[in-house]
């Protein structure tokens, strides 16, 4: 187990007063190899723990609000170059001088690019999927790191009812 002399040698840090982010990622990540009693009283040192803890989070969120817009981004310019193509094919079945095999081709291609679409559309959705299950892991370890060596009740499991709780 760890003591708190030897936490605060090990953060490189003189007093648990003004942690810095690193600080703070250090600390919590060392939390499940100290004595309860120990991590709680390392905790009530750091006076801004919650705030600097919400922070952290919030900087998390940012960034997969980042990822998630230049996704966005980068999907919706790949759905308008699709959406351009189909527009002239549509303008090309126009053409009344075509034969039947001419347009049939011209609307397997169409086809073709509604599948490619389709599979871009559920590749995105899985990249997102993903992306949120990432997030969810990260929330949960954060809390799972600072609750259970404090005594937190970190079970998951069920009600009579089958619920999580």
Same mark, same amino acid.
């Given at each position: 187990?760890?003591?708190?002399?030897? @936490? +605060?040698? #090990?953060?490189?840090?003189?007093? &648990?007063?003004?942690?810095?982010?690193?600080?703070?990622?250090?600390?919590?990540?060392?939390?499940?190899?100290?004595?309860?009693?120990?991590?709680?009283?390392? +905790?009530?040192? &750091?006076?801004?723990?919650?705030?600097?803890?919400?922070?952290? %989070? =919030?900087?998390?969120?940012? %960034?997969?609000?980042?990822? +998630?817009?230049?996704?966005?981004?980068?999907?919706?310019?790949?759905?308008?170059?699709?959406? =351009?193509?189909?527009?002239? %094919?549509?303008? !090309?079945?126009?053409?009344?001088?075509?034969?039947? !095999?001419?347009?049939?081709?011209?609307?397997?291609?169409?086809?073709?690019? @509604?599948?490619?679409?389709?599979?871009?559309?559920?590749?995105?959705?899985?990249?997102?999927?993903?992306?949120?299950?990432?997030? @969810?892991?990260?929330?949960?370890?954060?809390? &799972?790191?600072?609750? #259970?060596?404090?005594?937190?009740?970190?079970?998951?499991?069920?009600?009579?009812?089958?619920?999580?709780?």
């Amino acid at each position: 187990m760890i003591t708190e002399t030897e @936490a +605060l040698k #090990s953060l490189d840090i003189s007093d &648990f007063r003004h942690p810095t982010k690193d600080t703070m990622i250090k600390m919590v990540s060392m939390l499940d190899q100290m004595d309860p009693e120990v991590a709680e009283k390392i +905790l009530e040192q &750091f006076p801004e723990f919650a705030s600097t803890a919400r922070g952290i %989070l =919030t900087e998390y969120k940012e %960034l997969l609000d980042e990822g +998630l817009k230049s996704n966005n981004e980068s999907i919706k310019n790949v759905y308008d170059t699709y959406n =351009t193509i189909i527009v002239s %094919l549509r303008k !090309e079945l126009e053409n009344e001088d075509l034969t039947f !095999e001419q347009k049939k081709y011209i609307i397997e291609q169409m086809k073709e690019i @509604a599948g490619i679409i389709y599979k871009k559309d559920t590749e995105n959705k899985k990249f997102i999927t993903k992306l949120f299950k990432i997030a @969810a892991a990260v929330v949960v370890s954060a809390v &799972f790191a600072v609750a #259970s060596p404090l005594g937190g009740n970190t079970q998951i499991g069920t009600d009579d009812r089958g619920r999580r709780v």
